[in-house]
């Protein structure tokens, strides 16, 4: 299977290269399955039902979430009917939503796409190590699904790796998102697992973290807040992870990231041409 993942999409500069790209790239590389992390897609803050839709549209297959699923209040109500939008898996029980779904291509076969958050210098929720285990234990690559993706939104490089490697050989993909700064670590771990420990984000790059760079800067420089973080209105870019699966055992034989815009390095899956 071909799968593509997409970082944190920030604002509108995230949403309109994801427009503007990915229904391109679904053709041209025959993408079986794509997960895009929206979390921020809403000006930088959370989504709403209108932009999840338009994501879907673009190509998603489903939508992860992460630290701001709750920042547009709509979002409480609309995951409900909405199951391609995966909130983290460790939020308390009784949590709107689903930290997981099922995702049927269009030749059939599964792919599970788990949603946790981490714990290190984030909100203090459930273990994501037993969270994860569980949900991927009731649907196990090769007998419940043909491919796994696994979104580890979490600031500490540390516990994603930790995570990661805690899922090689069980997972097709295991990736980290949140921090919106990809990273240089792209490689298929010893059991079979692609892994990354941030695939960046979708937005643009002249920016702090996809902000407009000003307020950040004063902030860190005065230590007063003056304005709101505003999502940086440049041209945006893509970021994420191409991977390909052999189909008998559902792990990754083949990765490599994406970088697609005019800031950061371009990046392509060269063996897909």
């Given at each position: 299977?071909?799968?593509?993942?997409?970082?944190?999409?920030?604002?509108?500069?995230?949403?309109?290269?994801?427009?503007?790209?990915?229904?391109?790239?679904?053709?041209?590389?025959?993408?079986?399955?794509?997960?895009?992390?929206?979390?921020?897609?809403?000006?930088?803050?959370?989504?709403?039902?209108?932009?999840?839709?338009?994501?879907?549209?673009?190509?998603?297959?489903?939508?992860?979430?992460?630290?701001?699923?709750?920042?547009?209040?709509?979002?409480?109500?609309?995951?409900?009917?909405?199951?391609?939008?995966?909130?983290p898996a460790n939020y308390p029980p009784g949590t709107p939503g689903r930290g997981a779904t099922l995702v049927e291509t269009q030749s059939g076969r599964s792919v599970l796409v788990v949603n946790v958050m981490g714990r290190v210098e984030m909100e203090p929720l459930d273990d994501p190590f037993r969270v994860a285990n569980d949900e991927i234990d009731a649907c196990p690559l090769g007998r419940g699904c043909d491919a796994i993706v696994l979104d580890i939104h979490g600031e500490a490089t540390a516990e994603k790796q930790a995570i990661g490697w805690h899922?090689?050989?069980?997972?097709?993909?295991?990736?980290?998102?949140?921090?919106?700064?990809?990273?240089?670590?792209?490689?298929?771990?010893?059991?079979?697992?692609?892994?990354?420990?941030?695939?960046?984000?979708?937005?643009?790059?002249?920016?702090?973290?996809?902000?407009?760079?000003?307020?950040?800067?004063?902030?860190?420089?005065?230590?007063?807040?003056?304005?709101?973080?505003?999502?940086?209105?440049?041209?945006?870019?893509?970021?994420?992870?191409?991977?390909?699966?052999?189909?008998?055992?559902?792990?990754?034989?083949?990765?490599?990231?994406?970088?697609?815009?005019?800031?950061?390095?371009?990046?392509?899956?060269?063996?897909?041409?």
């Amino acid at each position: 299977m071909r799968l593509l993942f997409l970082g944190d999409v920030v604002g509108r500069a995230g949403r309109e290269a994801v427009a503007a790209e990915l229904p391109r790239l679904r053709d041209r590389w025959k993408l079986d399955c794509v997960v895009i992390n929206g979390e921020n897609a809403a000006g930088g803050f959370g989504i709403t039902e209108a932009i999840c839709d338009e994501l879907i549209d673009a190509g998603a297959d489903a939508v992860t979430l992460g630290n701001h699923s709750w920042d547009q209040r709509e979002a409480l109500v609309f995951i409900a009917r909405q199951p391609r939008l995966v909130r983290p898996a460790n939020y308390p029980p009784g949590t709107p939503g689903r930290g997981a779904t099922l995702v049927e291509t269009q030749s059939g076969r599964s792919v599970l796409v788990v949603n946790v958050m981490g714990r290190v210098e984030m909100e203090p929720l459930d273990d994501p190590f037993r969270v994860a285990n569980d949900e991927i234990d009731a649907c196990p690559l090769g007998r419940g699904c043909d491919a796994i993706v696994l979104d580890i939104h979490g600031e500490a490089t540390a516990e994603k790796q930790a995570i990661g490697w805690h899922f090689d050989g069980r997972a097709s993909l295991a990736v980290g998102t949140h921090t919106h700064v990809p990273t240089a670590d792209t490689r298929i771990l010893p059991g079979g697992t692609a892994f990354q420990t941030d695939a960046g984000m979708c937005g643009d790059y002249v920016s702090v973290i996809g902000f407009d760079r000003h307020e950040p800067i004063r902030r860190m420089m005065e230590k007063t807040p003056l304005a709101r973080w505003e999502a940086a209105s440049g041209i945006g870019s893509l970021s994420g992870v191409a991977v390909e699966t052999d189909d008998a055992t559902g792990l990754a034989v083949k990765v490599g990231r994406v970088q697609i815009g005019p800031t950061l390095p371009e990046a392509w899956p060269d063996f897909w041409g």
